[in-house]
Every structure is written in structure tokens, then in C-alpha cells.
């Protein structure tokens, strides 16, 4: 029966069907259907394909020999603005890219020559595309650009007969591969055009079992639909296991269908108590039979409900590391005796859409491990909450309390085993309770981890657990199908780095300002990127033919000559930036809060996507050519255009406070009002928003309190009260709440024209910290641990040491979650630290001089212009004069022509009358 569906695309795989010898390829599409039903879209007849720089005869025979190579054709590509010959070599199954890639892709742009004619070598120096020749020893070294130079040069010269048989080995059978590190499922996706909502049509075939969505299509055609977000299923799951023995006692689960909002738990838990001693033959497989019994169960309830999205809290390192490990202790054959840990997929847990087992993929760099269950989203409700929020504590608990006001059970995890023999029913209640709490963090209004996902794949074009793998492959996916209709090269990754300055930063003026004008610089880095033309496709070496030369000397073609691949990418990006927020506008207008809350994380996912451009192309995993000029010609010629502002305000008398790439900050004595401040402020944004570039408005604030370069706060009053605090304590994650507190409510005394009082308020914080009048709670600090072994002395670090007294104590350890302790002991190497657990009384003494120091010192930070530094906080000495941080005489000119003997002399109190 033909069909035709729109669909919002969520995952793609494939397989390789082997029928009559041969193997057939099909790619995978999962998704959701207008109407909400889940669809798997299979997609026959696209085989994987890359291309190779002018190979040799001997190479192209090898590639045209190989049983695996279905074609190769010569097609021509543009390469650094010449149209070079390459070869499009399409292969049988997507593995076997890498292969030919291990076996055949040049490594090497250097090119040694032994004893070649003088002749040669002059030719070599003249051509064009040799960087340097140098003859050491004897030997001739030839430096190229690229290694598609030293291939050319190669073939030009016939150089491999001039060459020693170790040097001719890395380049005899060798060629330069291109687009040969692409996805093979987004090779696809680009190929076809496809987005992440697209309407297919095709037969609806019977699901004999091998899919557990609600239909299965055979594409034949893909067309262009609409946008819209379909209603998900999400699951969320938690484990209860032994911590002597590591098997499961308890998986319960939850799962909330948007589309009429109901909710199905399930508990699935074993039969038996722990593990006591010794126990026979009989019992541990009994005991092994029930724990299978439990995953089996847990797999067949996940294909039943078939969720959308997994999630649950600290998944990604605890509860599918146990699923796992147990299935496959479990369930292997004897061919995989004592190799469970080295496996990369369970068979056993076939809960993929596509039935497929789990599998599991380690980051060697970094040792982050992520999990790919097809078909479904995997979002891990710590990860998202430790991204949107950064909360200083990262228990499940804590994180609850903060949210909505809820908590864990009172279980004790760390004596698991006890509780699970002393009352089962309530572990088990405690278990499903955590899995709920984990589902209600992930749809929190404040993290909305899901809809975010959803945004942002729509301007990037790709289905939503590809935009989940970072803005470098949202930034390639529009790229890449650009270049590919101008039939431009797409080369590979080179991981090559380099060191280019970054934005601006201007000279703070310190000292107590009123009524300041905040402007920020919209769309800074897109503008220049439109400006100035700038593109791999547009760089010259050619001054004559140069329109636009960077502050760094990098030159690019006009946009008449040629308008550049990612100038009209982020041209796109922003003009669909301006119908979302036009279509927002108009929502609110209609009184539809949906449908404007809806444009408004649109607009701002394309803004995200769009900024996100310039830093491409400062990172490693950049693949195009001349990438080091681009992403530092943009941030220069930023700066230039930010110090054109600064410049152009302080010419009209205008004082100029504090700004970066991000916004300015100036203030008028004759603007002296808040009407009179936004007139100004929409003056200047009018006047300096031209084209792409949009100088907007902000803020007005009533006080601004600048210290030093990036530290700074103020009181806002327009668009709404609040108050602003940059580079200051209470913005770091690893601050106490006494300091947040304590600094908070100093910023407010201080921008509220009392700073006597603010020193006052300051002092006698410190005092009291000093004699332990304080809340414990508000003393703790938390601070990530990662892998012991990743720090070269553990032993030195007081969170590391904290940790692994948790760890010791039976607590879980999840490498890059914060671990929350209690200094007892700050003056001593490594400082003396006990762990503080939820649930359970913290029974230490806190170090109150270590913690009223650290107070003092960053309260001095805001009082010492004052007369007031970290000493005399905790001392109680007196404060300086505040007549010196009239706006006439910023602050940092007092400080230097007053010693501090002489500040601490001045007896005079302060009035707001003197900062006026």
C-alpha cells in the first residue's frame, strides 16, 4: 500500500541485508509522524562514496581491482580556486571507507629526494605550489602547503623514482582522500537534501517484528514539508544494585506520553535478598536466572512502550554502564568469557527500534563514554542540568529541592545491600521514585533539554540525535551540501591547531557610575563574516584582486567577483532569524504565548547556530583550506569595528566604561534620567546598526560599580530590574552560598548608593564567620572529579581526596560530577576536607578561619576602594573616604595616589551625595 507521511526525523542508521551473496545497504530513518506515530523509513540504493586527489595509474588500478569498489569515475572538483582531476570511488558497504583509507591515504606532506638533478631542484623552487627546499646532509626536503601539493609535485615531476625505499613507501600506492570521514548516514541525508521534518512517501510494509514502531515505509520519494513538533514518549528508568556484588536488585521505570499526558510506571526486581557468604553451585544460578529474568523483562517492557527518548539521572555513567556489563556477563557465550568490559555492543539488550543491541562508544582522549540505542534519543538528566543550570551541588536530591521542592527517598545507597534485606518494597518505591524525579528534571520549564534539541535541529537540517553531537557537525551539515551543488572538494578533518588573538577587551574605568547605557553587539562575528566576504572560496594571495583586507594581512575577493559559500550560509541563518522573531512578534500580538515561547527558541537556536560559525573555524576539527586565516581575520577586523564605536562615543564627550566583543558600556552627564538614557541608547543603536550588524539597546542601568578589566556590576532598571555581576564569586559553580550571599548582598547595598553600610554588612559577615555563628550548609563547596589517574597528583587535591573517601564509604563515584565537601582543616597540604552526604548529619568542625579568610578576600574585591581591604575585613579597621570615586575620578587614579597608610586614616563617612 502506498503512503505518504510528514515526519520529524529523531535518529538514522544502517544495515547491510545479505541476500544471495550479495550485500545490500539500507539506510534508516526513525522518527515521529504528524499524528504522532512512530515510523521507521527504510531507504535501499545509496552506497558510500569518496573521492581520491589524482591518483596514480598503480593506485586507480588497485582502487578499480578491488572486489569492494563497485565504480570509479573521474570527475572534476574545485580545490583552493582551480579545478583539479579527481576520481569518485563508490564502494559496497560504508565499513570499508576506513579501510581503504588505513590502507591507501597519503600521511605526508614533506617530500625527502635523494641526489635529484640541479636542474629539477630549480624547477621545484620556481613552481608555484612549493612553500620551501632545503638540502641538509645531502638529502633534498621539499615543503608544501598541503598534501595535495606534494601529491601534485609528485605527479608533475615523476619524483618517486628520486626517492629511497623508505620514503617511497609512505607515497607509492598512496593518495589524498577527500570526504572520506563523512557519516555515511549524513552522507545521505546531504545527498538527498533532506531536513529534520520531511514528508516521504512510500509502500507501508507488514512489521513482521523487526521494528518495534507503529509503521514501516519503503521510501520512494522525499519532499519538502513544514515544520512541526510532534508529541514524544519519554522514558525514564533508575537501577538499584549490590554494591559488594554488583547485581541488580530492582529496574523500575516511568513513561510520560505527551500526546494525552498519561504516565506508566513499571518495577521489575528480583526475587532474592543479598548475597551472604558462600553459596552453592544451585543458588548462584538461580540467583543468575532471576537477573536475567529482570532484563529480559526490561527490554520487552522498553520495545512495548516504545519510547522516543531515554533518560534518567547520571545514566550515562551508572545505570546503562550496569545494564551493560550484566547483560553481557550474563548472556555471553562461551567465546566471550572474561571479555564483557571489552565489548562495544549487548546483543542481549535489543531494545533498539530497529532491535539491534545497545552499544557502547569510549572518547580515548578523554575517556567520556556515550551510549547509541537506535532509534531513541538518550538524554541524560544530570548532563542537562549540569549544562542549563551549573548548580553548585549535583545530587539527584539537592537538584529536586532546588526545581520544585521534592526529594529523594530516605534510602541509604551506600548501605544498598542492608536496605534491600530490611525493606525491599520501600528500595523499591525509592528506585521509581528517582527514575520520576529524573523525567521531571529533563522537562523542567528552566532545562527543557528536549525541545532545545528540537530547535536547534531545524536550522541545522539534520535529525535532532545528530545535533546532539555538537554545533560542528550542525555548521557541516549546511556547509557540505552547498559546497557539494557548487562541486567544491570537501576535504578531511586535518586536527591541525593554531594560536590567533581572540576578541576585544577594554580597559575598564574603575570607579562608581550612574545612570549607564548597556549596548550590546548583536550578530558581531556573522556581520563580518557577510562584511567582508570571508570564505575559503573567496581567499586570495593576489592583492590586485583583493576587495577586503583583514587587520591580519589575509585578502578576499569582492562579492560581485565571487560571493562565498559560508558569507550566503550565514546570510541565510540570519534572514531566517528575522521571520522567527517576526512570526514571534506576531504571536504575541495574537495573544498565542505557545506559538511566540516557540519562534522565540528558534530565533535564538539559529542565533546559536549562526555565532557558532566563527568558532568552526578555530577548531581542530575544521576541514576546510585556509582556515587559519578566517577565524582570525574575523575577530580582528571585530575589533576593529568595536573600536570604531568606543572611539566614535568618547569624540562626543561620552564616557566609555567597560566593553568586549559582546557589549559596551558608557554613560552621559547629560543624560541623567531613564527616559533621557533609552532616547540616547536608541539614538546610538539606530546610528550604528547597519547591514548584518546590530547594535542593540540592552539595558539601562541606575548604578554600575566597575573594579577592574571583566569585573564589574550593576543595578538594571530597563527592560527590567535586576542586577548584573560579572567576574565575581557568586558566578563561580565552586563558590560557597556564604559568599554568594554575602557578595550578593553587598553588590545591592553598594549600587543602592550605602556603601558605608555594604562595608559594614561586609565586616560583620566576616567576624561572624570567624566565631562559627553560620549555617553549615552555607560553607559547602563543590567541585568536579574526574578519573583519579587523569590527575598528576590526586594525592595534592582536597576534592579528589573527598572523593575517594565517598568512594570508600560505598557511595557511587561518577567521574565529572561534583562531589560536595566541608573544609575542616584549610592551612595544611593537602587541606583536610569531610564529604557532606544527603540525608546524613555532618557532624565535623568547618575550618571557620579558612572560610572567613576566603570571605574576606573576595569581599575585598568589592570594599577595598572603600578603604576596606581584606585585611581590615577581618580586622575591623576603618574605611577610606568615598570622595575619590566621583565620576570625574574613577577609582584605580585614588589607589594609586593613596597609600595604604593613608586610607586607613580617613575617618570621614560616606554620602551618596559624593557620587554624584
Given at each position: 500500500?502506498?503512503?505518504?507521511?510528514?515526519?520529524?526525523?529523531?535518529?538514522?542508521?544502517?544495515?547491510?541485508?545479505?541476500?544471495?551473496?550479495?550485500?545490500?545497504?539500507?539506510?534508516?530513518?526513525?522518527?515521529k509522524?504528524?499524528?504522532?506515530?512512530?515510523?521507521?523509513?527504510?531507504?535501499?540504493?545509496?552506497?558510500?562514496?569518496?573521492?581520491?586527489?589524482?591518483?596514480?595509474?598503480?593506485?586507480?588500478?588497485?582502487?578499480?581491482?578491488?572486489?569492494?569498489?563497485?565504480?570509479?569515475?573521474d570527475?572534476?572538483?574545485?580545490?583552493?580556486?582551480?579545478?583539479?582531476?579527481?576520481?569518485?570511488?563508490?564502494?559496497?558497504?560504508p565499513?570499508?571507507?576506513?579501510?581503504?583509507r588505513?590502507?591507501?591515504?597519503?600521511?605526508?606532506?614533506?617530500?625527502?629526494?635523494?641526489?635529484?638533478?640541479?636542474?629539477?631542484?630549480?624547477?621545484?623552487?620556481?613552481?608555484?605550489?612549493?612553500?620551501?627546499?632545503?638540502?641538509?646532509?645531502?638529502?633534498?626536503?621539499?615543503?608544501?602547503?598541503?598534501?595535495?601539493?606534494?601529491?601534485?609535485?609528485?605527479?608533475?615531476?615523476?619524483?618517486?623514482?628520486?626517492?629511497?625505499?623508505?620514503?617511497?613507501?609512505?607515497?607509492?600506492?598512496?593518495?589524498?582522500?577527500?570526504?572520506?570521514?563523512?557519516?555515511?548516514?549524513?552522507?545521505?541525508?546531504?545527498?538527498?537534501d533532506?531536513?529534520?521534518?520531511?514528508?516521504v512517501?512510500?509502500?507501508?510494509?507488514?512489521n513482521?517484528?523487526e521494528?518495534?514502531?507503529?509503521?514501516?515505509?519503503?521510501?520512494?520519494?522525499?519532499?519538502?514539508c513544514?515544520?512541526?513538533?510532534?508529541?514524544?514518549?519519554?522514558?525514564?528508568?533508575?537501577i538499584?544494585?549490590?554494591?559488594?556484588?554488583?547485581?541488580?536488585?530492582?529496574?523500575?521505570?516511568?513513561?510520560?506520553?505527551?500526546?494525552?499526558?498519561?504516565?506508566?510506571?513499571?518495577?521489575?526486581?528480583?526475587?532474592?535478598?543479598?548475597?551472604?557468604?558462600?553459596?552453592?553451585?544451585?543458588?548462584?544460578?538461580?540467583?543468575?536466572?532471576?537477573?536475567?529474568?529482570?532484563?529480559?523483562?526490561?527490554?520487552?517492557?522498553v520495545?512495548?512502550?516504545?519510547?522516543?527518548v531515554?533518560?534518567?539521572?547520571?545514566?550515562?555513567?551508572?545505570?546503562?554502564?550496569?545494564?551493560?556489563?550484566?547483560?553481557?556477563?550474563?548472556?555471553?557465550?562461551?567465546?566471550?568469557?572474561?571479555?564483557?568490559?571489552?565489548?562495544?555492543?549487548?546483543?542481549?539488550?535489543?531494545?533498539?527500534?530497529?532491535?539491534?543491541?545497545?552499544?557502547?562508544?569510549?572518547?580515548r582522549?578523554?575517556?567520556?563514554?556515550?551510549?547509541?540505542?537506535?532509534?531513541?534519543?538518550?538524554?541524560d538528566?544530570?548532563?542537562?542540568?549540569?549544562?542549563?543550570?551549573?548548580?553548585?551541588?549535583?545530587?539527584?536530591?539537592?537538584?529536586?529541592?532546588m526545581?520544585?521542592?521534592?526529594t529523594?527517598?530516605?534510602?541509604?545507597?551506600?548501605?544498598?545491600?542492608?536496605?534491600?534485606?530490611?525493606?525491599?518494597?520501600e528500595?523499591?518505591?525509592?528506585?521509581?521514585?528517582?527514575?520520576?524525579?529524573?523525567?521531571?528534571i529533563?522537562?523542567?520549564?528552566?532545562?527543557?533539554?528536549?525541545?532545545?534539541?528540537?530547535?536547534?535541529?531545524?536550522?541545522?537540517?539534520?535529525?535532532?540525535?545528530?545535533?546532539?553531537?555538537?554545533?560542528n557537525?550542525?555548521?557541516?551539515s549546511?556547509?557540505?551540501?552547498?559546497?557539494?551543488?557548487?562541486?567544491?572538494?570537501?576535504?578531511?578533518?586535518?586536527?591541525?591547531?593554531?594560536?590567533?588573538?581572540?576578541?576585544?577587551?577594554?580597559?575598564?574605568?574603575?570607579?562608581?557610575?550612574?545612570?549607564?547605557?548597556?549596548?550590546?553587539?548583536?550578530?558581531?562575528?556573522?556581520?563580518?563574516?557577510?562584511?567582508?566576504?570571508?570564505?575559503?572560496?573567496?581567499?586570495?594571495?593576489?592583492?590586485?584582486?583583493?576587495?577586503?583586507i583583514?587587520?591580519?594581512?589575509?585578502?578576499?575577493?569582492?562579492?560581485?567577483?565571487?560571493?562565498?559559500?559560508?558569507?550566503?550560509?550565514?546570510?541565510g541563518l540570519?534572514?531566517?532569524?528575522?521571520?522567527?522573531?517576526?512570526?514571534?512578534?506576531?504571536?504575541?500580538?495574537?495573544?498565542?504565548?505557545?506559538?511566540?515561547?516557540?519562534?522565540n527558541?528558534?530565533?535564538?537556536?539559529?542565533?546559536?547556530?549562526?555565532?557558532?560559525?566563527?568558532?568552526?573555524?578555530?577548531?581542530?576539527?575544521?576541514?576546510?583550506p585556509y582556515?587559519?586565516?578566517?577565524?582570525?581575520?574575523?575577530?580582528?577586523?571585530a575589533?576593529?569595528?568595536?573600536?570604531?564605536?568606543?572611539?566614535?562615543?568618547?569624540?562626543?564627550?561620552?564616557?566609555?566604561?567597560?566593553?568586549?566583543t559582546?557589549?559596551?558600556?558608557f554613560?552621559?552627564?547629560?543624560h541623567?534620567?531613564?527616559?533621557?538614557?533609552k532616547?540616547?541608547g536608541?539614538?546610538?543603536?539606530?546610528?550604528?546598526?547597519?547591514g548584518?550588524?546590530?547594535?542593540?539597546?540592552?539595558?539601562?542601568?541606575?548604578?554600575?560599580?566597575?573594579?577592574?578589566?571583566?569585573?564589574?556590576?550593576?543595578?538594571?532598571?530597563?527592560?527590567?530590574?535586576?542586577?548584573?555581576?560579572?567576574?565575581?564569586?557568586?558566578?563561580?559553580?565552586?563558590s560557597?552560598?556564604l559568599?554568594?550571599?554575602?557578595?550578593?548582598?553587598?553588590?545591592?547595598?553598594?549600587?543602592?548608593?550605602?556603601?558605608d553600610?555594604a562595608?559594614?554588612?561586609?565586616?560583620?559577615t566576616?567576624?561572624?564567620?570567624?566565631?562559627?555563628?553560620?549555617?553549615?550548609?552555607?560553607?559547602?563547596?563543590?567541585?568536579?572529579?574526574?578519573?583519579?589517574?587523569?590527575?598528576?597528583?590526586?594525592?595534592?587535591?582536597?576534592?579528589?581526596?573527598?572523593?575517594?573517601?565517598?568512594?570508600?564509604?560505598?557511595?557511587?563515584?561518577?567521574?565529572?560530577?561534583?562531589t560536595?565537601?566541608?573544609?575542616?582543616?584549610?592551612?595544611?597540604?593537602?587541606?583536610?576536607?569531610?564529604?557532606?552526604?544527603?540525608?546524613?548529619?555532618?557532624?565535623?568542625?568547618?575550618?571557620?578561619?579558612?572560610?572567613?579568610e576566603?570571605?574576606?578576600?573576595?569581599?575585598?574585591?568589592?570594599?577595598?576602594?572603600?578603604?576596606?581591604?581584606e585585611?581590615?575585613?577581618?580586622?575591623?579597621?576603618?574605611?577610606?573616604?568615598?570622595?575619590?570615586?566621583?565620576?570625574e575620578?574613577?577609582?584605580?587614579?585614588?589607589?594609586?595616589q593613596?597609600?595604604?597608610?593613608?586610607?586607613?586614616?580617613?575617618?570621614?563617612?560616606?554620602?551618596?551625595?559624593?557620587?554624584?
Amino acid at each position: 500500500m502506498q503512503a505518504t507521511f510528514d515526519v520529524r526525523l529523531l535518529d538514522s542508521t544502517y544495515s547491510v541485508e545479505h541476500a544471495e551473496g550479495a550485500g545490500e545497504v539500507i539506510v534508516k530513518l526513525f522518527g515521529k509522524t504528524r499524528d504522532n506515530k512512530s515510523i521507521t523509513i527504510l531507504c535501499p540504493d545509496f552506497k558510500p562514496y569518496f573521492f581520491v586527489f589524482e591518483p596514480s595509474p598503480e593506485l586507480r588500478k588497485a582502487l578499480e581491482s578491488s572486489g569492494d569498489v563497485l565504480k570509479v569515475e573521474d570527475v572534476k572538483l574545485e580545490y583552493k580556486g582551480a579545478l583539479e582531476n579527481f576520481v569518485k570511488v563508490t564502494v559496497r558497504a560504508p565499513w570499508l571507507v576506513p579501510r581503504f583509507r588505513n590502507e591507501y591515504e597519503l600521511k605526508h606532506k614533506t617530500i625527502t629526494l635523494v641526489n635529484p638533478p640541479k636542474d629539477l631542484i630549480e624547477k621545484i623552487r620556481a613552481d608555484p605550489d612549493v612553500q620551501e627546499v632545503n638540502a641538509p646532509n645531502g638529502a633534498v626536503k621539499i615543503i608544501t602547503e598541503d598534501r595535495v601539493y606534494s601529491q601534485k609535485l609528485i605527479n608533475r615531476y615523476g619524483l618517486l623514482g628520486y626517492m629511497d625505499e623508505e620514503e617511497r613507501e609512505k607515497y607509492a600506492l598512496k593518495g589524498v582522500f577527500f570526504a572520506a570521514d563523512i557519516v555515511f548516514t549524513n552522507r545521505f541525508i546531504y545527498d538527498m537534501d533532506l531536513e529534520t521534518c520531511v514528508r516521504v512517501t512510500g509502500e507501508v510494509i507488514e512489521n513482521s517484528g523487526e521494528y518495534t514502531t507503529d509503521i514501516v515505509l519503503k521510501a520512494s520519494k522525499f519532499e519538502k514539508c513544514d515544520i512541526f513538533t510532534p508529541k514524544l514518549k519519554i522514558m525514564s528508568f533508575d537501577i538499584e544494585s549490590s554494591i559488594k556484588h554488583g547485581n541488580i536488585y530492582c529496574i523500575c521505570l516511568t513513561v510520560l506520553n505527551e500526546e494525552d499526558g498519561t504516565r506508566q510506571d513499571r518495577k521489575i526486581f528480583s526475587s532474592f535478598g543479598p548475597m551472604d557468604g558462600e553459596i552453592s553451585a544451585e543458588e548462584r544460578k538461580a540467583r543468575e536466572d532471576d537477573e536475567r529474568r529482570i532484563l529480559k523483562e526490561f527490554v520487552s517492557e522498553v520495545r512495548k512502550l516504545d519510547p522516543d527518548v531515554i533518560t534518567g539521572y547520571n545514566i550515562n555513567n551508572f545505570d546503562l554502564a550496569v545494564l551493560f556489563d550484566r547483560a553481557n556477563k550474563l548472556f555471553k557465550g562461551p567465546e566471550n568469557a572474561g571479555a564483557e568490559n571489552k565489548r562495544q555492543s549487548c546483543d542481549a539488550l535489543n531494545f533498539g527500534r530497529d532491535m539491534l543491541g545497545m552499544s557502547r562508544r569510549e572518547n580515548r582522549a578523554t575517556g567520556f563514554v556515550t551510549w547509541d540505542i537506535k532509534g531513541r534519543l538518550i538524554l541524560d538528566a544530570w548532563l542537562s542540568i549540569k549544562k542549563e543550570l551549573r548548580p553548585k551541588r549535583e545530587g539527584l536530591g539537592y537538584v529536586s529541592s532546588m526545581l520544585f521542592n521534592d526529594t529523594k527517598e530516605n534510602i541509604d545507597s551506600s548501605r544498598i545491600d542492608e536496605e534491600w534485606r530490611a525493606r525491599r518494597d520501600e528500595v523499591v518505591h525509592y528506585c521509581l521514585k528517582d527514575a520520576e524525579l529524573a523525567l521531571r528534571i529533563l522537562i523542567h520549564p528552566r532545562i527543557q533539554a528536549i525541545s532545545k534539541l528540537m530547535d536547534v535541529a531545524i536550522p541545522a537540517k539534520l535529525p535532532v540525535k545528530e545535533v546532539s553531537g555538537g554545533q560542528n557537525r550542525m555548521i557541516e551539515s549546511l556547509l557540505i551540501r552547498m559546497v557539494d551543488r557548487e562541486n567544491v572538494a570537501v576535504p578531511m578533518s586535518s586536527g591541525e591547531t593554531y594560536e590567533y588573538e581572540g576578541g576585544f577587551v577594554y580597559d575598564t574605568k574603575a570607579g562608581l557610575w550612574e545612570w549607564v547605557i548597556g549596548l550590546d553587539f548583536s550578530s558581531m562575528y556573522p556581520s563580518q563574516i557577510i562584511k567582508h566576504n570571508i570564505c575559503f572560496t573567496t581567499f586570495t594571495r593576489n592583492r590586485a584582486e583583493a576587495a577586503h583586507i583583514s587587520p591580519i594581512g589575509a585578502m578576499f575577493v569582492s562579492k560581485e567577483k565571487r560571493y562565498g559559500i559560508v558569507p550566503r550560509m550565514v546570510q541565510g541563518l540570519l534572514d531566517s532569524r528575522k521571520q522567527a522573531k517576526a512570526l514571534m512578534k506576531k504571536a504575541k500580538e495574537d495573544g498565542d504565548a505557545e506559538k511566540a515561547d516557540y519562534y522565540n527558541r528558534l530565533q535564538n537556536a539559529i542565533k546559536i547556530m549562526a555565532n557558532a560559525t566563527y568558532g568552526y573555524f578555530g577548531t581542530k576539527f575544521c576541514r576546510w583550506p585556509y582556515n587559519k586565516y578566517i577565524a582570525p581575520s574575523i575577530t580582528a577586523w571585530a575589533r576593529e569595528e568595536i573600536k570604531t564605536v568606543v572611539a566614535t562615543l568618547e569624540s562626543r564627550g561620552y564616557t566609555v566604561i567597560a566593553g568586549d566583543t559582546d557589549s559596551v558600556f558608557f554613560t552621559s552627564k547629560e543624560h541623567r534620567d531613564l527616559e533621557k538614557c533609552k532616547l540616547l541608547g536608541f539614538m546610538v543603536q539606530q546610528e550604528f546598526s547597519a547591514g548584518n550588524m546590530h547594535l542593540e539597546l540592552e539595558k539601562v542601568m541606575r548604578r554600575f560599580f566597575a573594579h577592574a578589566k571583566k569585573r564589574y556590576f550593576g543595578k538594571i532598571i530597563w527592560p527590567e530590574e535586576s542586577l548584573l555581576v560579572r567576574g565575581y564569586e557568586p558566578r563561580r559553580t565552586d563558590s560557597f552560598d556564604l559568599q554568594s550571599e554575602t557578595m550578593t548582598r553587598v553588590f545591592q547595598l553598594v549600587l543602592d548608593g550605602r556603601p558605608d553600610e555594604a562595608v559594614k554588612y561586609a565586616k560583620d559577615t566576616v567576624h561572624d564567620t570567624l566565631k562559627g555563628k553560620v549555617d553549615l550548609s552555607s560553607l559547602v563547596i563543590s567541585k568536579s572529579v574526574n578519573e583519579f589517574d587523569a590527575y598528576d597528583n590526586p594525592d595534592s587535591l582536597v576534592h579528589v581526596n573527598v572523593a575517594r573517601k565517598l568512594k570508600d564509604m560505598g557511595y557511587d563515584f561518577t567521574p565529572g560530577m561534583k562531589t560536595p565537601f566541608i573544609i575542616t582543616n584549610g592551612f595544611v597540604q593537602p587541606q583536610k576536607a569531610e564529604p557532606v552526604i544527603e540525608g546524613v548529619e555532618f557532624t565535623a568542625r568547618p575550618d571557620f578561619r579558612y572560610y572567613a579568610e576566603r570571605l574576606a578576600m573576595a569581599l575585598a574585591r568589592i570594599t577595598e576602594p572603600f578603604g576596606c581591604d581584606e585585611r581590615a575585613l577581618l580586622q575591623g579597621n576603618s574605611q577610606r573616604s568615598l570622595e575619590f570615586f566621583c565620576e570625574e575620578k574613577p577609582v584605580h587614579e585614588s589607589i594609586q595616589q593613596a597609600s595604604p597608610v593613608m586610607a586607613k586614616k580617613v575617618k570621614q563617612k560616606a554620602t551618596l551625595d559624593m557620587f554624584m
